[in-house]
T-cell receptor, first 117, second 115 residues
Framework: GENVEQHPSTLSVQEGDSAVIKCTYS??????FPWYKQELGKGPQLIID?????GEKKDQRIAVTLNKTAKHFSLHITETQPEDSAVYFC????????????????FGQGTILTVHP | GAVVSQHPSRVICKSGTSVKIECRSL??????MFWYRQFPKQSLMLMAT?????????EQGVEKDKFLINHASLTLSTLTVTSAHPEDSSFYIC???????????FGQGTRLTVV
């Protein structure tokens, strides 16, 4: 099955700096890669996602890049703010046996991001 | 984004009792819902995939008789933890997906404590 590795496990930055979190996946059939932000005691919130036919996607201060050949994707947060502090999870979705996109998500181990004022 | 509501947010129960957690998609019909378990400072582990009108598909190692899943309508899935024990204490999270969209939306999670 799919295996997703996420690094680093913790990341501490100063407000205004950039933060980068990286993930690798094992199954070349995976075709959807979302990133989630989880605050303490809450469920994950989708912040950005990318599909396998796209190499980069940006939404204001957040961007995601995908390298299908190397099977890795990264989350980039620019101009970080204290409210960006949370746990971030990457995930990869592999199509089910029928070949549709409705397979299950495999999550990375998570990155605790701390943004210091 | 779409709203997925999970209830209750916190529950404390005695060992040996059963607890039901509800997951509702409030503004869309979800043919597929997922149930996850998350231990402190760990990632989300998929427990089962719930399909409306059919039996849930459980991940390897998850006891189907202990974690009963019912997806009776396109907006509601329930997870019942039967004969709960302290080791079942965890954070349970559901997610729901629209029929024609790959995005998954998560509920707020339920903190289960078994005493």
């Amino acid at each position: 099955g799919e295996n997703v590795e996420q690094h680093p496990s913790t990341l501490s930055v100063q407000e205004g700096d950039s933060a980068v979190i990286k993930c690798t996946y094992s199954d070349s059939a995976s075709n959807y890669f979302p990133w989630y932000k989880q605050e303490l005691g809450k469920g994950p919130q989708l912040i950005i996602d990318i599909r396998s036919n796209v190499g980069e996607k940006k939404d204001q201060r957040i961007a995601v890049t995908l390298n299908k050949t190397a099977k890795h994707f990264s989350l980039h947060i620019t101009e970080t703010q204290p409210e960006d502090s949370a746990v971030y999870f990457c995930a990869a979705r592999t199509p089910n046996a029928g070949g549709t996109s409705y397979g299950k998500l495999t999550f990375g181990q998570g990155t605790i991001l701390t943004v210091h004022p | 984004g779409a709203v997925v509501s999970q209830h209750p947010s916190r529950v404390i129960c005695k060992s040996g009792t059963s607890v039901k957690i509800e997951c509702r998609s409030l503004d869309f019909q979800a043919t597929t819902m997922f149930w996850y378990r998350q231990f402190p400072k760990q990632s989300l582990m998929l427990m089962a995939t719930s399909n409306e009108g059919s039996k849930a598909t459980y991940e390897q190692g998850v006891e189907k008789d202990k974690f009963l899943i019912n997806h009776a309508s396109l907006t509601l899935s329930t997870l019942t933890v039967t004969s709960a024990h302290p080791e079942d204490s965890s954070f349970y999270i559901c997610s729901a997906r629209r029929p024609v969209n790959t995005e998954a939306f998560f509920g707020q999670g339920t903190r289960l404590t078994v005493v």
